[in-house]
């Protein structure tokens, strides 16, 4: 009996290894797939320009909302889902987005790169005017360093090759199309920022008062000074010390101008500049923005943007 079910048992055996074939295969279209999360709209663009062609990745933004700042952001439910879900997930750095490391013990295959990895930062406007004696300490930490490194072009260049090399090491595959669309782009910034400054060249008036302190890197590319950067808390209006500091500079400097960021309170600035006199221009952190056809062109938009602004209102 049993020798003639030898044979059909075996049969059947082989019948079902075929329909189930190996285990190993089954996850195999998975893995050709990359998912890729930039907290930041900027981290975005970049990360869209330089993958740009690259069959099976996706690129997606951890925040793009109407935010003048981090600082006192939560992560949502979608913000969670969406980081369980990535490969990659590419960080601002320099403590402007420490809080999204405590998330990503969901997902402990996360690789994780730091964007301001060997770029020169400028110290934080308070420890830059506060704490001026202390800058020479061999220790740091992430809150000394102002973290708004994208809005210097140059700087942004510098992030943008690294991204090419961090993706060329985590996927080697698309390593040739990841270093030559990070040349490509690298090349428009250069010409697009000489064309720029170019554009600041004639202008005489160049101190600005800025309502929020992530500016300093755009003063710095554009050969331009911050005379005082008020940051105000939410829910709080700067003091009358602060007041009557702004007051002063706008007259000793003869400014026709002060600027906010253009998703930050401005009512301070509003009555600073009803008393003094000028006008009040919003600049952008390009901190959000569209999701459609993103690249460095939608970041040079921005620059060119404030560009513009800084231009019209001190001229």
């Given at each position: 009996?049993?020798?003639?079910?030898?044979?059909?048992?075996?049969?059947?055996?082989?019948?079902?290894?075929?329909?189930?074939?190996?285990?190993?295969?089954?996850?195999?279209?998975?893995?050709?797939?990359?998912?890729?999360?930039?907290?930041?709209?900027?981290?975005?663009?970049?990360?869209?320009?330089?993958?740009?062609?690259?069959?099976?990745?996706?690129?997606?933004?951890?925040?793009?909302?109407?935010?003048?700042?981090?600082?006192?952001?939560?992560?949502?439910?979608?913000?969670?889902?969406?980081?369980?879900?990535?490969?990659?997930?590419?960080?601002?750095?320099?403590?402007l987005?420490?809080?999204?490391?405590?998330?990503?013990?969901?997902?402990?295959?996360?690789?994780?790169?730091d964007?301001?990895?060997?770029?020169?930062?400028?110290?934080?406007?308070e420890?830059?005017?506060?704490?001026?004696?202390?800058?020479?300490?061999?220790?740091?930490?992430?809150?000394?360093?102002?973290?708004?490194?994208?809005?210097?072009?140059?700087?942004?260049?510098?992030?943008?090759?690294?991204?090419?090399?961090q993706?060329?090491?985590?996927?080697?595959?698309?390593?040739?199309?990841?270093?030559?669309?990070?040349?490509?782009?690298?090349?428009t910034?250069?010409?697009?920022?000489?064309?720029?400054?170019?554009?600041?060249?004639?202008?005489?008036?160049?101190?600005?008062?800025?309502?929020?302190?992530?500016?300093?890197?755009?003063?710095?590319?554009?050969?331009?000074?911050?005379?005082l950067?008020v940051?105000?808390e939410?829910?709080?209006?700067?003091?009358?010390?602060?007041?009557?500091?702004?007051?002063?500079?706008?007259?000793?400097?003869?400014?026709?101008?002060?600027?906010?960021?253009?998703?930050?309170?401005?009512?301070?600035?509003?009555?600073?500049?009803?008393?003094?006199?000028?006008?009040?221009?919003?600049?952008?952190?390009?901190?959000?923005?569209?999701?459609?056809?993103p690249?460095?062109?939608?970041?040079?938009?921005?620059?060119?943007?404030n560009?513009?602004?800084?231009?019209?209102?001190?001229?």
């Amino acid at each position: 009996m049993f020798k003639k079910l030898a044979p059909l048992l075996l049969i059947l055996l082989l019948l079902l290894g075929a329909c189930t074939g190996p285990s190993s295969n089954a996850t195999q279209p998975q893995d050709e797939s990359l998912s890729l999360v930039g907290t930041t709209y900027p981290i975005y663009l970049f990360l869209s320009e330089v993958t740009r062609g690259a069959d099976g990745i996706t690129v997606t933004p951890l925040i793009n909302q109407s935010v003048s700042c981090l600082h006192n952001y939560t992560l949502s439910v979608q913000d969670m889902k969406v980081m369980e879900g990535a490969d990659i997930l590419f960080l601002n750095g320099a403590g402007l987005d420490d809080f999204v490391l405590d998330a990503t013990h969901s997902n402990p295959d996360l690789a994780i790169v730091d964007c301001s990895t060997g770029l020169s930062l400028l110290p934080s406007y308070e420890e830059e005017h506060e704490h001026a004696e202390e800058l020479q300490d061999a220790d740091h930490d992430d809150d000394d360093w102002d973290p708004h490194y994208w809005m210097d072009p140059q700087r942004a260049s510098t992030m943008i090759s690294y991204l090419s090399q961090q993706l060329s090491k985590l996927d080697p595959k698309h390593a040739d199309l990841y270093t030559s669309n990070a040349a490509s782009a690298v090349e428009t910034i250069g010409a697009d920022y000489a064309r720029l400054q170019k554009q600041l060249a004639s202008l005489d008036c160049r101190k600005l008062i800025t309502f929020h302190d992530g500016f300093a890197y755009f003063a710095d590319a554009f050969d331009l000074q911050i005379l005082l950067a008020v940051e105000e808390e939410e829910g709080q209006e700067a003091s009358a010390q602060v007041i009557a500091k702004a007051l002063s500079l706008i007259r000793t400097n003869q400014l026709p101008a002060i600027f906010t960021e253009e998703f930050s309170s401005d009512a301070t600035a509003k009555a600073i500049a009803r008393e003094a006199g000028v006008s009040v221009d919003a600049l952008t952190l390009i901190m959000s923005g569209p999701l459609e056809e993103p690249g460095v062109k939608s970041y040079l938009a921005a620059m060119e943007q404030n560009v513009s602004t800084v231009l019209e209102a001190l001229s």
